[in-house]
């Protein structure tokens, strides 16, 4: 009922209001079928939500999509459970095998079920029937007396057209078989954890150890000529003969992306065949893992650094945002890496890096980093009088605040499609918190529609018609 009330018309605290009913009826369940409420799932319950509080503040695309997809896998893996990798990587899908056989589990529960409750249900049906027909019958009163109050019950009351109706059938069975599926899931979850995994192949002291030194004398020359040219010249790498500051970090950030991505796939390869028979070949790989990892958080930190050079000289953009995200998240796992292997245990690592994911996911979209990008590039613009307003004028709401603060024919252009965009008033549950504050600052400072004058007149191209 809450999916075809208030899905429809756009995202914003909606999608939360629907998950907390998808929770209590997940919660339920889990209680009817005995099931303990543990601290892992708690997290996951509570990281799941913090997710979804993305779309009612930011009205940014790029980063809400990723927050509602891992919300959703966050979710899974609280009904499922899990603390092996098996567990927290096939946790988060397994959700979606529930649903197919939830509805058939639901009319089977409710055929051969003992309804104690069944006159007390009544009742209070018959008191909601009750309730709503108060509300209709005197709302409609008070509406037509005072028309703030009919404007405040508009607002705060769903709309639905008949136009709309075959849409809202849809977001009823939509969410009538996401909260079966989560109660199913709730009551009998698959534990992933019990999925047969091999133990990998032990290798030779030699066999083992020879690569993975020789790749760590590698990254250790690397990470010395990094560190060598940043303490003892700066300015040397920025006034390379032939290099500009933003050619040398495009020239390598790319390149130790790759690098990084393929050392973890290296450390998990090598965990997996490592020798372990003696305490002498356990104490082996905890040494030349720690400095691989170690060196590669080195790494990382050079990828990082030749980002910010890049950024100094061209501004941000989302997709910067994005990969220094990606690296910094990298970052932190090898870090993980690094503690358990040093402590000898690894059970807490999955769990560990996955919780990892879900903050930073979180964290990325509750910043509003669209609004980063447009404070970044209007400093910049201040001190320097270069802007690419082509670029601003695609990003969200979000960017609004700092976009005001542009002048003239720049502003105008800047903020002309936000303006457009926000021309249709949507209801309190399908508006995120940056597009009400967006609403605000346009209404004090409206900008005029001209089809285009003010971009091109700002050195933008665009159609006849603004865009």
Request: net charge positive.
């Amino acid at each position: 009922m809450a999916s075809a009330a208030l899905l429809g018309e756009g995202l914003g605290v909606n999608l939360l209001l629907c998950a907390v009913v998808a929770t209590a009826a997940a919660t339920l369940s889990a209680r009817s079928a005995g099931r303990r409420v543990r601290p892992w799932t708690v997290v996951w319950t509570l990281g799941a939500l913090a997710l979804l509080l993305v779309p009612a503040i930011s009205s940014a695309g790029w980063p809400t999509a990723p927050a509602i997809i891992v919300a959703a896998g966050t979710g899974s893996l609280a009904l499922h459970g899990g603390s092996r990798w098996s567990g927290v990587l096939l946790g988060p899908v397994g959700f979606w095998a529930h649903v197919t056989t939830s509805l058939p589990w639901a009319a089977g529960g409710l055929r051969g079920a003992n309804l104690p409750g069944r006159g007390k249900a009544v009742q209070v049906l018959k008191a909601v029937a009750v309730s709503v027909g108060l509300l209709v019958v005197f709302g409609a009163l008070f509406a037509s007396a005072d028309a703030t109050v009919a404007d405040l019950l508009e607002g705060l009351t769903p709309s639905l057209d008949a136009e709309d109706l075959p849409l809202r059938v849809l977001l009823f069975l939509v969410g009538l078989l996401v909260s079966l599926g989560a109660a199913h899931t709730a009551a009998a979850p698959r534990r992933w954890d019990k999925f047969p995994v091999a133990p990998g192949k032990q290798r030779s002291r030699v066999e083992w150890a020879l690569p993975m030194t020789v790749l760590s004398l590698l990254f250790a020359v690397f990470v010395s000529t990094q560190v060598a040219a940043v303490i003892g010249s700066d300015d040397a790498i920025r006034t390379k003969p032939g290099v500009i500051p933003s050619q040398f970090a495009r020239e390598g950030f790319w390149q130790l992306l790759w690098v990084i991505v393929l050392t973890l796939v290296v450390v998990a390869l090598a965990k997996r065949w490592a020798p372990r028979e003696t305490a002498g070949d356990r104490l082996m790989v905890r040494v030349l893992l720690s400095v691989l990892c170690a060196l590669t958080l080195a790494v990382v930190a050079s990828a990082i650094y030749r980002m910010q050079i890049y950024v100094d000289a061209f501004g941000l953009t989302r997709l910067r945002v994005s990969v220094a995200a990606v690296e910094l998240w990298l970052g932190v796992v090898f870090a993980l890496i690094i503690v358990a292997v040093v402590l000898g245990s690894q059970r807490w690592l999955p769990r560990a890096v996955v919780l990892s994911a879900v903050i930073g996911t979180a964290v990325l979209g509750l910043s509003s980093p669209d609004a980063w990008i447009a404070e970044q590039n209007v400093a910049m613009s201040e001190r320097t009088g270069k802007v690419d307003i082509d670029y601003l004028r695609n990003l969200s709401a979000d960017a609004v605040p700092a976009l005001d603060r542009l002048s003239g024919d720049r502003r105008t252009c800047a903020l002309q499609q936000i303006a457009e965009d926000l021309s249709e008033e949507a209801p309190w549950y399908a508006t995120s918190l940056s597009e009400a504050r967006a609403r605000e600052i346009l209404r004090e400072r409206p900008v005029e529609k001209d089809r285009g004058t003010a971009c091109r007149r700002a050195g933008v191209r665009v159609d006849p018609y603004g865009r």
